[in-house]
């Protein structure tokens, strides 16, 4: 039976963690799950889990958060994925199975996947 | 919702639109009595008795962005088709407590489902929030509480990718330590 996970694998995590936080939370990226009612139930629980598994495979570092609902409820689960220097770019209606290519061309090679595309915001 | 845990994670981001800096989430799974309870409670902004009384309402929302409110008045119905109810209390200024009741055995109550998954969604949120999970099977119990979790942590943040992974093997063992065949 693998050891249970305790509080004390933590500090390990903390002590490495402090070293790379400030680059991190300056040049780092964040993914955004929309998180509502409306999200849930089109799916968005998965669709996280989804990116939380591709990043994890491909051992990219970025930040996942999750938000409320925004009112754009047909089109859930919209995901938010904002780089530094680059405009915020939202797609639409993410379902699980999307996720690879959208980890692959957007955080790898660094194209946006324009067909799945809903909006963006430009950065001031 | 296909899982109860969709519904439980819908309660939760409640909890957080409500400004709540602590939730806890108590599950408890009686098979002698054939129960299944879920409460949410926050110390979020609450609600007054008016607010209260529309809250299982579909065609209330306090939100402007849209006009309807499905979360509460959906878990409501899940509960009330299986034996069971749903109830809110709430104190403008202390919080909420929902109340879920299931008659565990009954042939419509959805699964409980990625609870692990629910439980990570909601620690992700933009705005850090504590929560204090306990899921009780009979005589068995799997706790945590996140100001633990943070106390170790000082000012890395729960969603640092390597403290969800951790989180997430974490509440994962836990569950399996608690759950037997026939509960699922």
Partial sequence: MPKVKSLEDLKRIREEAQKDL???LETGTTITVGMGTCGIAAGARDTMHAILEELHKREIDAHVATVGCI????KEPLVDIEQAGYPRITYANVHPDMVPRIIEEHLIKGNVV???VFGRVARD | MRELSLHILDVLENSLEAGASKVT????EDLTADRLTIAIADDGRGMDAEIVSRALDPFFTTRTTRHVGLGLPLFAAAARRCNGDLTVESTLGEGTTVRATFQHSHIDRAPLGDIRNSVLSFLLATRPVDLHYIHRINDRQFEFNTEDVRAELGDIPLSHPAVRE???EFVAEGERGIATDSDR
Avoid: A, N
């Fill in chain 1, 22 to 24: 400030k680059v991190r």
């Fill in chain 1, 71 to 74: 009112g754009m409820c047909s």
């Fill in chain 1, 114 to 116: 324009q067909e799945w």
């Fill in chain 2, 25 to 28: 989430l108590t599950i408890e």
């Fill in chain 2, 166 to 168: 951790w989180l997430s």
